[in-house]
């Protein structure tokens, strides 16, 4: 109405304008004085300002009290969660994203699917091996294509039986990365910042690989070496020797060939394995090849020269260098044999495993005393067999308040960044954070220089200044002290664990806390 009123006036004055500018004077002299034309006016450029100034304030306005008078869209997304609210949520988890909008995704047991990105935690790393079951911690920051898009801030695997995939699969992979051991390769840490497992890595003889950044896919198969046929590795080596259409040597000193007049590349590992790498981009060949790690000959035997001794005797140990070894092939890998003989006579057994700071763990330790007349062995529990052992409790205290629920199920689970043990905690709806300290609680000969606090879920924003326990990896060289009713100890091999239970409530949750080996 108001528009159709201003071109009404508009029209009017221009009307009036064209009559008066029209009109032809009847005479051309009034008084005597000769009359001159009048220029033509402005007038109507004018108007036509002022209509527009007009018309653009009005629909401003009418433009303002629509923005400030609709409905704002709702933060709550359809399946009833809100944007900004923070969740916890257990299910299985798939790398299946698109990369730009989100990786990964999680569905529950219940059928809820949420898509799953994180700026500070490389998730691809505990979908590598095995899909696996995981407890995921993080806050939903949007909605996109009708699911909930969370930002993950702490992922662990739940307990669950251990299979033989389920070795593989790393729950943790704070240290040096993952090692498929069937294949006899090494992924170190890095390699995950460029590229994915797709499916369970080693499975049916192949490992798939994911550029995360153009998404190609590349497949490694390998087989075990023989000494006649298609998997006569020294046969092949002998023919791409002679018939490569190229050579590439790694800095651990393997050689790739380039297969003639096909995109297949071939490499092996000693007279153990062979690997071929078909319909594959030279590109991305040359790119993986310098990631992996191919454990190799003289890859184990500087391993075991650096590290063989304080795997097999603990980090402290200052025994002389190993004497000698020895690697056997089996289904799930190598096996290595560790000897020495001073200030006795050491045998370890040890496999590799990249998740450890010495690429080395421990199956088996023996002891021989080396005496004139007799030789006796003492035979060293090995780290399945061995459990955490009580040395103090808490026990008699009975505290009277509702203590934090506690489950032999839903659990979470801390590797040490040492590789030396896992500490599992009886419920998953905490958060735990592990850091360096210098404690020792006023006593001569204790040292205690690390410590994990853990807090609920709900309150893990107050988690350094308000824990609910905290445990301390502790070194004694006279004994220890408790320091109040609310302390009790474990020892796990030669580690001592005090654990300080801040809040009553958390007893039971502190003694259910059990340690076992990596």
């Known amino acids: 109405m108001t528009i159709s009123f201003i071109f009404s006036f508009y ?92 990786t990964h995704s999680l569905t529950t047991n219940e059928g809820e699917r949420f898509l799953l990105k994180s700026s500070t935690i490389p998730l691809n790393n505990y979908t590598s091996v095995s899909s696996g079951v995981f407890v995921i911690q993080g806050t939903i920051v949007s909605l996109y294509e009708d699911l909930p898009l969370v930002e993950v801030s702490n992922i662990t695997a739940t307990n669950q039986p251990e299979t033989a995939s389920w070795e593989n ?36 003889g192949e490992i798939s690989i994911k550029n995360l950044d153009n998404g190609k896919i590349t497949k490694i198969s390998y087989f075990s070496c023989s000494n006649q046929g298609d998997t006569n590795c020294k046969s092949l080596t002998r023919t791409f020797e002679s018939t490569a259409a190229k050579k590439s040597t790694t800095l651990n000193g393997d050689t790739f060939f380039k297969l003639p007049e096909v995109q297949s590349w071939y490499f ?83 496999s590799i495993d990249f998740t450890k700071p010495t690429k080395l763990k421990l199956i088996d330790l023996k002891i021989n005393d080396l005496g004139e007349n007799t030789l006796s062995t003492q035979t060293v529990e090995t780290s399945k067999e061995k459990k955490e052992e009580i040395i103090a409790t808490s026990s008699t205290i009975t505290p009277s308040n509702k203590q934090f629920p506690v489950s032999s199920e839903k659990t979470m689970s801390y590797n040490s960044s040492r590789g030396e043990y896992r500490m599992i905690f009886p419920s998953a709806n905490i958060s ?56 009790f100890q474990k020892d796990f091999w030669d580690k001592h664990f005090v654990f300080s239970v801040m809040d009553g409530s958390w007893f039971d949750f502190a003694k259910n806390i059990t340690i076992e080996s990596l």
């Open 268 to 350: 092996q590992n000693g007279t153990w394995r062979g690997y071929f790498i078909n319909n594959a981009d030279d590109e991305e060949v040359e790119k993986i090849k310098n990631l992996i790690t191919i454990t190799n000959p003289e890859w184990i035997k500087e391993t075991v020269n650096q590290y063989g001794i304080k795997t097999c005797l603990g980090n402290d140990a200052t025994t002389e260098k190993v004497t000698s070894h020895t690697v056997n092939k089996n289904a799930e890998g190598l096996n290595i044999s560790i000897e020495w003989k001073w200030p006795k006579s050491f045998n370890c057994k040890a």
């Open 432 to 487: 735990y954070t592990s850091n360096t300290i210098d404690e020792d609680f006023g006593q001569i000969g204790v040292r205690c220089r690390y410590a994990i606090k853990v807090i609920d879920y709900k309150n893990k924003e107050n988690i350094q200044t308000s824990p609910k326990v905290i445990i301390y990896e502790c070194g004694f060289k006279n004994g220890f002290q408790l320091p109040g009713s609310n302390y």
């Open 11 to 102: 029209h009017v004055m221009q009307q009036k304008q064209d009559f008066f500018s029209k009109q032809q004077s009847k005479s051309g002299f009034s008084g005597g004085v000769i009359r001159h034309p009048q220029k033509k006016s402005n007038t109507l450029w004018v108007w036509i300002v002022v209509i527009a100034v007009i018309l653009l304030g009005i629909l401003w306005l009418i433009y303002k009290n629509q923005i400030f008078n609709q409905n704002l869209p709702e933060t709550v997304v359809e399946s009833g969660y809100t944007i900004g609210e923070t969740i916890q949520k257990e299910g299985s988890l798939n790398a299946d994203g698109d990369l730009l909008t989100y």
């Open 169 to 204: 699969t790393l729950e943790a992979l704070n240290n040096g990365g993952i090692y498929i051991s069937q294949a006899g390769i090494g992924f170190p840490w890095e390699f995950f910042d460029q590229y994915a497992f797709v499916g369970e890595a080693g499975a049916n």
